[in-house]
């Protein structure tokens, strides 16, 4: 059981982003935080670090930073 989450959270998986070339979008990464957000919940007390780690197409990367927070912070 962990006592604490940390996230490096990258964005280059955005489908427009070149990096990864995974296809997600913003929902995906919301989607992808709930459940980081739920094991955290269960096992860590909620306690979770997450660090910014890349992105490289700035206009998906800020959209999907935004949805990352608003569900870290419940908003």
């Not at 070339?21 to 670090?49: F, P, S």
């Not at 935004?66 to 908003?75: D, I, K, M, S, T």
Request: proline share 1%; charged share 25%; hydrophobic share 45%.
């Amino acid at each position: 059981k962990p006592q604490m989450i940390f996230i490096s959270a990258g964005f280059d998986a955005h489908r427009e982003d070149e990096m990864a070339q995974m296809g997600l979008v913003e929902q995906d990464y919301a989607w992808i935080t709930e459940r980081i957000k739920e094991v955290a919940q269960r096992h860590a007390k909620g306690r979770i670090v997450s660090c910014l780690e890349g992105g490289y197409a700035l206009s998906a990367l800020a959209r999907s930073v935004e949805a990352h927070l608003r569900v870290l912070a419940g908003v």
